[in-house]
């Protein structure tokens, strides 16, 4: 579930409580736990409504200075159900306290190298987490397309992937491009 970075402010500052989505089927469920660029955002609940059901009150509460604009927002998702979504602030996004750490134990180093290796293991591009890690050191910030071009990647290949490397704390994502992360440079270090 994506939001907007207006929303999430708002969500960090408790003024947003409710998001409307229009879904075929619902895409989150409650208690989930969404990453977030503000850091974990907690649904709360989810109901289907009718468009008739939701109150101006309701609109406010999803960051919408009226009805019609959620309205308007909502109509313009051509099928599907509409929902209603409690959500809140739930904590730091713990990916961050992980990639800023700048030693890593023996242990630590030999998960981080299995859980690559299963990476490179199941992917149909072959080997591709070193060689990726490398390319970002070397390229700090570089455009996911430049990226991609340069890793002789697809693009939308490379973004999924390079979350995953993200979610292990080994890069940071910025706008634009990515780095790599204090996590990754240790990590690194002990491997060339």
Do not use: C
Request: net charge positive.
């Amino acid at each position: 579930m994506l939001f907007k970075q207006i929303h999430l402010n708002g969500i960090l500052e408790g003024t947003i409580t409710l998001a409307f989505r229009k879904w075929k089927r619902p895409a989150v469920k409650p208690g989930a736990l969404i990453k977030t660029s503000i850091g974990l955002v907690k649904i709360d609940h989810v109901s289907e409504v009718g468009i008739a059901d939701i109150a101006e009150k309701e609109a406010n509460q999803a960051g919408f200075d009226n009805l019609g604009e959620l309205t308007k927002q909502l109509q313009s998702v051509a099928e599907g159900n509409i929902y209603r979504i409690g959500v809140s602030y739930h904590s730091p996004d713990p990916r961050i306290e992980l990639r800023n750490q700048r030693t890593l134990t023996s242990s630590e180093f030999s998960a981080l190298e299995a859980k690559l290796a299963r990476l490179d293991r199941y992917s149909k591009q072959g080997n591709w987490t070193m060689e990726i890690l490398e390319a970002i050191r070397q390229n700090p910030r570089l455009k996911a397309a430049d990226l991609a071009k340069l890793t002789k990647k697809e693009k939308d290949w490379l973004k999924l992937n390079v979350r995953k490397l993200k979610n292990l704390g080994l890069t940071i994502s910025h706008h634009p491009g990515y780095e790599i992360s204090p996590l990754g440079a240790a990590f690194l270090d002990r491997v060339l």
